[in-house]
């Protein structure tokens, strides 16, 4: 019995802690989700929440019939299972000397769990007060960036009411002076204003000084007071000891003749231009954001909503203004899910399929040893290219439409007349099959890509000027400033070539067989298509994979695929299962599986012009146009999107 009471003893003794933590609180100053009348608000253990599920089928390994099984165990009779058990002596001595057990030994566990809740008070009253803060410092940064976005857009008065009704400044009049300082050039008072901006002293305050000299240094040459700009070059820029090069250049600049000559080989427009803005800008990469608030800040955070909006709309195919009053969501009615037109005219399987920059005619590649021109327009045949004495496999419109490339397992390399439909000239430097081609964006130079390890480049009348001996070329292509190939190999490795320097930059290396490679319009991403039912896309600048593609049959053939709609957001492939697959791009969902084809589909392409339109080829000797519902008329023509 002793032993008992010491237990509870113990247990009121860690009780008073939480009791007297409570009673420090102030009701008045700290706003509580309820108020404390008397220690008995503390919530008993027993009411506490748990960490554990309330419903058991959330438990793992849960089956309903587990609590039938408890609750027939929990009776000795069909009597006892309705109404409460009731307890025999012999479990009430068993639970009292378990009791001394654990009041002796553990006496304090009482006292812990009142003092948990006192504890779990305190931090409920502590997260309401994060959370005022966080109210308080969101109202304050809205508020700011209010003041701005009123600001650029003129209505300054507004601008101050809002300021003064708020309390809360733009900046501190320091800030102010700052950026009044720079924009006028009094670079004094700008660099004895630097404690006012929490610049890191070990680093920053090097940068900034450098920057701020430098435009001051450039200054007074634009002005031809070369004395005094070389003493900052001497006493004020050299003993930062920051960027050396830079420096170099700098000095250089005390031989230009006159301020125009300055501006033009310093590639900076002066005092009266848009110099001082610039270099605030560039000084504001340093400075806390919560100092001196980004320029247009609102006007950004809307872009980045809008640009969320419609990244996250999983069939986004419109250049409609994306409001920002509810939530953007286009119709899949909007995408292109359904065929419009069936060109026929192939004999065997159709391997390639391309339309040309103008959109208005396409072009197909053939086993059975053609090529076709066919019209968007007329939705007939333009013209049959059949001078290929084996099949064709790949063709390339030139950038103004005029002429277009085939080639194919001939080994050789045709060049025809778009208008006429007559070849100009076969090229045979190749020894093996011709696998790729591709224009440079002037039209006087093209590209091709072979089996037979080499990879030339040729000018309009058939002359190679320059050849990349390597591995056997699956694909290629060419940005659209024309300095960039990349090539997909069959050593598994992307090959980036500078077509300036005729060198190879960079190779990237994947971990299977590569089939084909396409482009995206600003030529930064690579989309290419792998034999294990795989499509990566990588970033080139960066050399490294930022999304993968899963879902499409490949692997016994050349499968192709490429970006879509408008900006490009989805990526579409044809696959060995007779079906085109459609992802979106940045969320890589699989969003769409469109039959039609009867054979394996081998290569898709979107209409460079129309958003709505993308044409698929097949092993069923057919090429098919895709477009939404509704977009074509009775007679199998294209509607107007």
């Not at 479990?91 to 009791?99: A, F, N």
């Not at 006028?184 to 929490?198: N, R």
């Not at 300095?483 to 971990?511: F, G």
Request: hydrophobic share 35%.
């Amino acid at each position: 019995m002793n032993e008992i009471c010491d237990g509870l003893a113990e247990s009121a003794s860690a009780q008073a802690p939480s009791q007297t933590l409570l009673s420090n609180f102030d009701e008045d100053q700290v706003p509580l989700p309820f108020s404390f009348a008397s220690s008995s608000h503390i919530t008993s253990p027993s009411n506490s929440s748990s960490s554990f599920p309330t419903d058991r089928s959330q438990t793992s390994g849960y089956h309903p019939r587990d609590e039938v099984d408890d609750y027939l165990q929990a009776s000795d009779s069909e009597s006892e299972s309705r109404s409460p058990k009731r307890l025999r002596l012999e479990e009430l001595t068993e639970r009292q000397s378990t009791m001394r057990i654990e009041n002796g030994v553990g006496g304090s566990t009482n006292g812990v769990s009142l003092n948990s809740n006192g504890d779990s008070q305190n931090a409920t009253n502590g997260q309401a007060l994060t959370n005022n803060r966080i109210q308080r410092a969101r109202r304050q940064e809205l508020v700011r960036l209010m003041v701005q976005a009123m600001q650029d857009m003129g209505y300054s008065q507004s601008a101050v009411t809002l300021e003064k009704e708020s309390g809360f400044p733009l900046e501190s009049a320091a800030v102010a002076k700052f950026r009044d300082g720079v924009l006028k050039g009094d670079w004094a008072l700008v660099e004895s204003l630097f404690p006012t901006l929490e610049l890191d002293q070990n680093k920053d305050v090097v940068v900034v000084r450098f920057l701020i000299r430098q435009q001051k240094y450039l200054e007074l040459l634009e002005t031809r007071h070369i004395k005094k700009a070389l003493i900052v070059l001497r006493n004020e820029l050299a003993p930062l000891e920051y960027n050396s090069e830079r420096l170099h250049s700098l000095s250089s600049f005390m031989m230009c003749s006159n301020a125009d000559d300055l501006r033009r080989r310093a590639e900076w427009d002066g005092a009266k231009g848009t110099s001082r803005q610039k270099l605030l800008v560039e000084i504001q990469k340093y400075i806390s954001p919560s100092i001196m608030v980004p320029e247009h800040r609102l006007e950004t955070l809307l872009e980045q909503a809008t640009t969320l909006q419609r990244i996250s709309c999983l069939y986004h195919n419109s250049s409609e203004y994306i409001s920002l009053y509810s939530d953007h969501v286009c119709d899949r009615s909007q995408f292109p899910s359904v065929t419009t037109h069936i060109f026929r005219h192939h004999s065997d399987e159709v391997w390639y399929v391309a339309f040309s920059n103008n959109g208005k005619f396409l072009a197909s590649a053939s086993r059975d040893k053609t090529a076709i021109i066919w019209s968007l327009e007329t939705w007939d045949k333009v013209h049959v290219l059949s001078d290929h004495t084996d099949c064709v496999s790949f063709l390339s419109w030139s950038p103004d439409d005029t002429k277009i490339l085939t080639c194919g397992q001939d080994n050789v390399l045709k060049l025809w007349n778009v208008e006429s439909g007559d070849c100009l000239s076969t090229m045979k430097k190749h020894e093996e099959p011709v696998t790729a081609c591709a224009w440079l964006p002037d039209g006087k130079w093209f590209i091709s890509g072979s089996q037979d390890k080499n990879t030339y480049l040729w000018n309009l009348d058939g002359t190679t000027i320059h050849k990349w001996p390597g591995a056997r070329i699956a694909d290629l292509a060419i940005n659209k400033e024309g300095t960039r190939m990349v090539a997909i190999c069959h050593d598994n490795k992307l090959h980036i070539y500078d077509l300036i320097t005729k060198k190879e930059e960079a190779t990237m290396e994947e971990n299977a067989k590569l089939t084909s490679i396409c482009l995206s319009s600003d030529c930064r991403y690579a989309l290419v298509n792998l034999s294990t039912k795989e499509i990566h896309l990588w970033d080139i600048d960066e050399r490294r994979i930022v999304r993968k593609y899963l879902g499409q049959k490949q692997g016994k053939f050349v499968i192709r695929s490429c970006f879509g709609g408008i900006d490009q957001g989805f990526i579409v492939s044809g696959s060995e299962d007779s079906k085109i697959y459609v992802w979106h791009r940045e969320h890589a969902d699989l969003i769409e599986t469109l039959s039609g084809h009867k054979g394996a589909v081998n290569s898709v392409n979107w209409s460079p012009v129309n958003p709505y339109m993308f044409a698929s080829a097949g092993d069923d000797n057919t090429i098919r146009i895709w477009g939404p519902p509704g977009s074509a008329d009775h007679n199998g023509k294209m509607k107007t999107p």
